[in-house]
């Protein structure tokens, strides 16, 4: 447990000598469970690019983070492909970057409560770099067959932003994979939210069978 008490204590990683930099890293290399509480903290991703505030690596963590704000350039909590089975639990935090959440591991619990979740796309224009606040995923870079499945999101009483700053789509959610890679969907609910988007870009669907709720009506593709 990390608890940066009332004065919120800020952390951030310094420049990595790799492309792609990480604030807080969390999980065990043999995948044992382990238990991460983060509480009262300002966390801000390295100032390099491919960035991540927090970066859970590997499988069956499960992480409180509560009364928090995480930024960052790219993604503010990213799931790597390796940390299946993730229990994410987010209370009255603030997440912000390229997408708040970015999800790329099978069988994940999350679940989000009262917090603020804002996604910018400022990146370069030309559509190549469509993306989303909430990002279902696929490991395109590696060409392997890692991909998202049998997550449930969950996200109660928050305000969820996607904004566009040039050409580029930016979607509430997106499920950003080729669908098949998968026969198996995955889940996001809302609600009593607020979803405050441009141009009709709510929901990229694929063709896998995921499926959006928004107080309990199913969202079409």
Same mark, same amino acid.
Do not use: M
């Given at each position: 447990?990390? *608890?940066?008490?009332?004065?919120?204590?800020?952390?951030?990683?310094?420049?990595?000598?790799?492309?792609?930099? %990480?604030?807080?890293?969390?999980? %065990?290399?043999? /995948?044992?469970?382990?238990?991460?509480?983060?509480?009262?903290?300002?966390?801000?991703?390295?100032?390099?690019?491919? /960035? %991540?505030?927090? /970066?859970?690596?590997?499988?069956?963590?499960?992480?409180?983070?509560?009364?928090?704000?995480?930024?960052?350039a790219?993604?503010?909590?990213?799931?790597?492909?390796?940390?299946?089975?993730?229990?994410?639990?987010?209370?009255?935090?603030?997440?912000?970057?390229?997408?708040?959440?970015?999800?790329?591991?099978?069988?994940?619990?999350?679940?989000?409560?009262?917090?603020?979740?804002?996604?910018?796309?400022?990146?370069?224009?030309?559509?190549?770099?469509?993306?989303?606040?909430?990002?279902?995923?696929?490991?395109?870079?590696?060409?392997t067959?890692?991909?998202?499945? @049998?997550?449930?999101?969950?996200? %109660?009483?928050?305000?969820?932003?996607?904004?566009?700053?040039?050409?580029?789509?930016?979607?509430?959610? @997106?499920?950003?994979? &080729?669908?098949?890679?998968?026969?198996?969907?995955?889940?996001?609910?809302?609600?009593?939210?607020?979803? *405050?988007?441009?141009?009709?870009? *709510? $929901?990229? $669907?694929? *063709?896998?069978? &995921?499926?959006?709720?928004? /107080?309990?009506?199913?969202?079409?593709k």
């Open positions: 447990t990390i *608890d940066g008490t009332a004065n919120k204590y800020s952390i951030t990683a310094s420049k990595e000598d790799k492309t792609e930099g %990480r604030t807080i890293n969390i999980g %065990r290399a043999d /995948n044992a469970a382990i238990e991460v509480t983060l509480k009262n903290l300002k966390v801000a991703g390295p100032a390099v690019s491919g /960035n %991540r505030g927090l /970066n859970i690596w590997y499988a069956n963590v499960s992480l409180d983070l509560i009364d928090s704000e995480v930024t960052c790219y993604y503010a909590i990213n799931i790597t492909s390796l940390a299946n089975k993730t229990k994410l639990n987010v209370f009255n935090s603030k997440l912000s970057g390229w997408a708040a959440l970015n999800i790329w591991a099978a069988c994940n619990e999350i679940n989000v409560v009262n917090s603020e979740l804002i996604g910018t796309n400022d990146k370069s224009e030309g559509g190549s770099n469509d993306f989303a606040t909430i990002c279902f995923e696929a490991d395109t870079t590696d060409k067959a890692d991909h998202v499945f @049998s997550s449930t999101v969950v996200i %109660r009483s928050s305000v969820v932003k996607a904004i566009e700053t040039n050409r580029n789509q930016q979607c509430i959610v @997106s499920f950003n994979y &080729n669908a098949t890679q998968s026969s198996v969907g995955n889940k996001i609910e809302f609600f009593d939210c607020t979803l *405050d988007y441009s141009n009709g870009h *709510d $929901f990229e $669907f694929n *063709d896998a069978p &995921n499926q959006v709720f928004v /107080n309990g009506e199913e969202k079409v």
